[in-house]
């Protein structure tokens, strides 16, 4: 594995912060290219001789992409690369359809006029998608800022950590551009955004519910498709 297209300027002072930033940066593009298999051993010796750096940042870098849950970490003080596949994807839907019900139930009570205008960004940005990636990441953006909304930075951190592998899975966000999947995607979120503005507490609430679900379901037919005897995981009910 080569993380390693332009190694850092050997003459250049770089504080211990940036040495660590710029390792996360290498190491967690690598990661979500999908270029390595879950369960690759990362090395750091290896990744310390490649980034030109000692392995103090190496680790530092590995422990905060352990804590996003795009590294394991080993018995052994190792890293192996995680698990970014659909089945890690739908596990990490299951706790959304938990969490952002009552994120859209807190931001509903306590979003600003500021929030808003982020949440109507989010959606114009996602109308004006050129393509899968970009709208994918203007739909992250519109559930991040409805996190905001809620103004709990705990909440926001949590929701953050599991749509970061997601982000990761942008190929897998493809199979939705081809189906009608934007336009009711954008629909939805146009219609969470209004119940925040106008304080409709438990409609802002249900309306996520079903929108976090009906993506669940959305990953889950797709994965389930050639299986004989489906059994999707019920999240629903534990959502509402
Ligand atoms: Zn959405």
């Given amino acids: 594995m080569n993380i390693v297209s332009n190694p850092p300027d050997g003459d250049q002072h770089i504080h211990i912060d940036s040495v660590v930033d710029l390792a996360y940066g290498r190491i967690r593009a690598v990661v ?24 103090t940042p190496v680790r530092e870098a590995l422990l905060r992409l352990a804590a996003e849950g795009l590294v394991e970490p080993l018995a052994n003080r190792g890293f192996r690369v995680a698990d970014l596949g659909i089945d890690a994807v ?44 970009a709208a994918h990441d203007a739909s992250r953006e519109f559930h991040v800022a409805l996190a905001r909304a809620a103004h709990n930075d705990e909440l926001l951190r949590v ?58 379901d959305h990953w889950d037919s797709d994965h389930y498709v050639s299986e004989s005897d489906p059994v999707p995981p019920d999240v629903t009910d534990d959502a509402r």
């Fill in 32 to 55: 979500l290219s999908g270029e390595l298999a879950p369960g690759t051993k990362l090395r750091q010796v290896e990744l310390a001789e490649q980034l030109g750096i000692s392995r």
């Fill in 90 to 133: 739908l596990r990490r839907l299951e706790v959304r359809a938990i969490l952002e019900p009552r994120i859209a139930r807190l931001a509903a009570k306590r979003r600003t006029e500021r929030d808003l205008e982020n949440l109507n960004a989010a959606i114009v940005r996602e109308k004006q998608a050129a393509n899968g990636v």
């Fill in 159 to 216: 929701l953050e950590s599991l749509w970061l592998v997601e982000v990761g899975r942008r190929l897998l966000s493809r199979r939705w551009v081809v189906s009608e999947w934007p336009a009711e995607d954008i629909e939805d979120h146009r219609a969470i955004m209004d119940a925040v503005a106008d304080q409709r507490v438990e409609e802002a609430e249900r309306l996520v519910a079903e929108h976090v679900s009906s993506a669940v």
